[in-house]
């Protein structure tokens, strides 16, 4: 537990003194205010942490409140208390930056646990990530290989994540690795000692999903032959990984929901619930707001599972890190397949760092394995990679030709000249499609906008280019 300072906020005395004197009791610093008026007041004057409001109350209404709370102190944490809420309003608090809504009339348990995971947020929120990240457990993070800025500070972040229970998003692109980051979360954890249960919500087929995850009684379907717990009550004191959460069905996000909310799991074909205390885990390589927007995923499930999200970059993001990916990978294959490579040349590296890794470390790996099972010994070079890892290399003899004449050059404008000369023409052989002219320069999609934007290169320039 979180000790932090908290102001409670409701137009009933008994409810206010009530929430007070139990806060207090658990060790918080606790201010009252009887209606939100005078808690915006108070909250010019003192320093705090989290927030609990009623939602219904004279003068302005809670959702009013958190527009103006967030608009002046965005990082404070509030929990909404209320005995009318709905579906509509559940999700209008949320999107206005609610940090979890509690029903009345509302348990001691429950209010301790929104509490402490609220406040357990507001540490998050409040650390500074300023400066070269520090990993200080990165002998325990062997597993996630990586010395580039944007990998040290996802590691860093991944250690303060885990030193709290509240419930994680990991974004990324397909093989990029959140499954070993949901690990390294749990690894460091308090929770250590528990299960690491995963699931993979689009391996499972839909009809079958709800029972692995809920379990089921003996005789709710055909094939019931006896009770089984599912990876829910499997993961209680651990924590639960939900990949790929975006393909889950919308009748299962409802369920998962309401288990996000109560914190209990009912059997399918069972007629009573059971406490579960597990941390959750979900990981996508899908836009999520996307899909909420189109109406493909609940907003009040995306606003549950995003506490803390975390976003882990592409390979072609942090090419820095490809030598030491490579390393590891042909040091671990020599082991297992019993070969004796001892490394990549210079231009076979030069041509990996060149790719753009749509398969991302995935790829990287299977290509070594590949690799590694063909060469058997000696260096790898560029004849022993396949013909699309070494198309993007720019090679030496691009500018052999070059030659500096007798009386000198202006040698901004001719590097402006051949730059704007290779934009051109990957261009043209992506057939104007920006992305993949991006990728064939190996540029950031944005870097190679901004240089169109900078030599004025439009479609119509395109076409008369070609």
């Known amino acids: 537990m979180h000790n932090g300072s908290i102001l409670v906020i409701d137009d009933d005395p ?21 209606d939100a008026i005078e808690a915006l007041e108070l909250l010019g004057k003192v320093d705090v942490d989290l927030v609990i409001t009623d939602l219904m109350m004279p003068k302005l209404n809670g959702l009013e409140l958190i527009k103006k709370l967030k608009a002046v102190h965005p990082d404070i944490v509030v929990i909404v208390c209320s005995a009318f809420s709905n579906f509509e309003m559940t999700t209008n608090l949320l999107k206005a930056g609610a940090f979890f809504c509690l029903d009345k009339p509302f348990n001691l348990e429950d209010i301790e646990a929104q509490v402490n995971r609220g406040l357990e947020h507001r540490m998050l929120q409040g650390r500074n990530f300023k400066g070269r990240p520090v990993v200080k457990n990165r002998s325990r993070l062997e597993q996630i290989v990586g010395e580039s800025e944007k990998m040290l500070s996802l590691l860093e972040l991944v250690e303060k994540v885990a ?7 990991i974004q990324g692109e397909s093989g990029t690795g959140k499954e070993l980051v949901a690990w390294a979360i749990h690894a460091l954890s308090k929770r250590r000692e528990g299960n690491f249960v995963p699931v993979n919500c689009a391996a499972i087929p839909d009809d079958l999903l709800e029972s692995e995850l809920f379990g089921h009684t003996k005789g709710a379907f055909t094939g019931a032959v006896t009770d089984r717990i599912g990876r829910f009550e499997m993961a209680d004191r651990g924590t639960i990984f939900l990949d790929e959460i975006g393909d889950m069905k919308s009748s299962l996000q409802v369920k998962l929901l309401r288990v996000l909310q109560s914190r209990e799991v009912e059997p399918v074909g069972g007629m009573q619930s059971r406490k579960i205390n597990a941390r959750f885990i979900a990981a996508t390589n899908q836009n999520l707001e996307q899909m909420v927007e189109n109406k493909h995923f609940r907003e009040d499930l995306y606003y549950r599972l995003s506490v803390v999200p975390i976003v882990i970059p592409p390979l072609r993001e942090r090419t820095e890190d490809i030598p030491l990916l490579a390393e590891s990978f042909i040091k671990r294959m020599n082991t297992e397949k019993k070969k004796r490579v001892q490394g990549i040349s210079r231009d076979a590296m030069r041509a990996l760092c060149s790719y753009s890794w749509p398969g991302n470390i995935r790829e990287l790996e299977n290509l070594i394995e590949r690799l590694i099972i063909i060469k058997g010994s000696g260096t790898i070079t560029v004849e022993d990679l396949p013909d699309k890892y070494v198309g993007r290399i720019v090679r030496n003899d691009v500018v052999s030709d070059l030659q500096l004449p007798v009386d000198g050059l202006c040698l901004n404008s001719v590097v402006e000249e051949f730059e704007t000369r290779l934009i051109t023409e990957a261009l043209l052989k992506s057939g104007g499609n920006k992305k993949e002219a991006a990728q064939l320069l190996n540029l950031k999609r944005t870097t190679f906008i901004e240089k169109l934007k900078k030599r004025n290169i439009s479609p119509e320039y395109l076409a008369t280019a070609s």
């Open 163 to 169: 030193e709290t229970d509240s419930t994680v998003l």
């Open 14 to 34: 008994k409810i206010r003194g009530f929430l007070t004197a139990f806060l207090q009791y658990k060790g918080h610093q606790v201010t009252q205010a009887s």
